[in-house]
């Protein structure tokens, strides 16, 4: 194999801290960073010059599905609703075009290509049919190399698209998790969060899902919905424990701009936040008296269930972001370490469906280059390391970090390492440095904390679309 010679590390920027924390739920990081600090590049770099320097053995594979049945009214992700047949298939011959040229530039250096993990997201992938879904698969497998059956896979659904017929394409191709996004199990609280579904509906799907007999079942649910409280946050935590799934993530309610609630949510911010840590408080004792581990501020495992695994036998981790990230379809993400890159990025229904429309249309051979994306260096790389261990209930160590930067945390960190410690936020006990519980409940405080101000910009100058 090539040795990968590791790419210089400038000296660290220092910078100002950000302001003090108003609000416990300033942003979720899922990933650094946010795609709004992605800009179009006038001349972006060939893929094949990009992924020359990378691991080709341990790959993960993310294909982004941008169709829904419907848009949730707290929804800001890229997709679209209603999508009819003629745009899903040429959808597909477009990621199947992109995944060509994909593969061609991770194969020009000769070297083994491997994907031991994989993921559909979106959107809601399940919104494909049970022969796009299967066409979808062979995209992977045929064209990209993906072996599905051996591979760890995740794939996101929906109560309404949950469909005998499609979850029996994904048991047959090997999935080894299903999430479910179900948010409440009480109707009334369902239709406050501008998700028309009923319970009955929900209940049927869990019961294919749990019948085909995925390693793995996720249910998704979200605390703060306008009048929900402990009581009825207890319907629906016991409902989802009822089928026993592996893993429940916990969502805060977020109201975002373009979105469904945006301007409809009636609660004060400041009731509104007690609401939401009451109910994550509440939520979180639950599931830890129900036999559930915490492994981030979001996601609670069932304890003695394995983990889905990644390359390093770690763990799949809430934070999903990791370099060796190829991703397929229009919105998804590719991680290397020098650039991180996508395509266009909107919320806006016109505009998603305009970028959905050039994607499709795009020339072969533009897919040979990266066109929006974020050039990574030392210090941005710093950042996401640590937003990707401190922010999981493992931690961070200060050892492994300094073995890999060749600086010491402390130095580089020094003021948010004082706020969080001052704030009983952070603790440091045998070299390891892990969120408090309290920490933890400011988790989405803490992780912006980390952000350059260099992405602050980025970020505020992005026009929400």
């Known amino acids: 194999m090539t040795t990968t010679v590791p790419l210089p590390v400038p000296a660290f920027p220092r910078r100002l801290p950000a302001a003090e924390p108003q609000t416990p739920y300033e942003q979720y990081v899922y990933a650094y960073p946010h795609q709004k600090a992605y800009r179009l590049l006038e001349d972006g770099p060939l893929l094949s010059d990009l992924w020359s320097a990378e691991r080709l053995d341990a790959l993960s594979l993310y294909v982004h599905v941008p169709f829904c049945e419907m848009r949730c009214g707290f929804c800001n992700l890229f997709t679209r609703t209603g999508a009819p047949e003629d745009v899903t298939r040429d959808f597909l011959g477009t990621l199947e075009r992109q995944a060509r040229v994909t593969r061609r530039a991770l194969e020009a250096r000769g070297e083994e290509i491997r994907f031991p993990l994989a993921a559909f997201g979106g959107g809601t992938p399940t919104y494909l049919t049970a022969a796009e879904l299967t066409r979808l698969c062979d995209i992977c497998e045929h064209v990209m190399g993906a072996d599905l059956k051996t591979s760890s896979w995740s794939v996101e659904t929906s109560p309404a698209t949950a469909t005998a017929d499609r979850i029996a394409v994904l048991a047959e191709r090997g999935a080894t998790r299903l999430s479910i996004g179900v948010q409440s199990f009480i109707d009334e609280e369902a239709r406050a969060a501008v998700r028309p579904q009923k319970r009955e509906e929900v209940e049927v799907a869990l019961a294919r899902l749990k019948a085909a007999g995925f390693p793995i079942l996720n249910i998704d649910l979200i605390y703060g919905i306008e009048g929900q409280t402990e009581r009825t946050f207890k319907v629906s935590l016991d409902a989802a424990l009822a089928w026993e799934p592996e893993e429940v993530y916990l969502y805060p309610l977020y109201v975002r701009p373009l979105t469904g609630l945006s301007g409809r949510h009636a609660a ?102 990266a066109r929006w994306a974020f050039r990574m260096d030392g210090g941005e790389r710093r950042r996401m390391y640590v937003l990707q261990h401190l922010l999981e209930s493992t931690g961070l160590r200060v050892a492994d970090y300094e073995r890999r930067f060749t600086t010491r945390f402390k130095d580089d960190f020094a003021r948010e390492l004082d706020a969080l410690l001052g704030k009983n936020w952070l603790r440091e006990q045998a070299g390891t440095l892990a969120l408090t519980p309290e920490g933890m409940a400011w988790a989405d405080a803490v992780g912006p904390m980390f952000f350059s101000s260099r992405v602050r910009d980025e970020m505020s100058s992005y026009r929400d679309r």
Not at 337 to 354: I, K, N, Q, S
């Open 268 to 369: 004060t911010p400041e009731d509104w936040n007690e609401q939401r840590l009451r109910l994550y408080r509440y939520g979180r004792d639950h599931l830890l008296s129900a036999g559930y581990e915490q492994t981030s501020m979001r996601v609670f495992r069932r304890v003695g269930t394995a983990a889905l695994e990644d390359t390093d036998g770690s763990g799949i981790s809430e934070y999903n972001q990791q370099a060796g990230m190829v991703g397929l379809g229009v919105g998804a993400r590719s991680f290397t370490g020098e650039l991180h890159y996508t395509t266009d990025y909107a919320v806006a229904v016109p505009e998603v469906r305009r970028i959905i429309d050039d994607y499709i249309a795009t020339p072969t051979a533009r897919f040979e280059r």
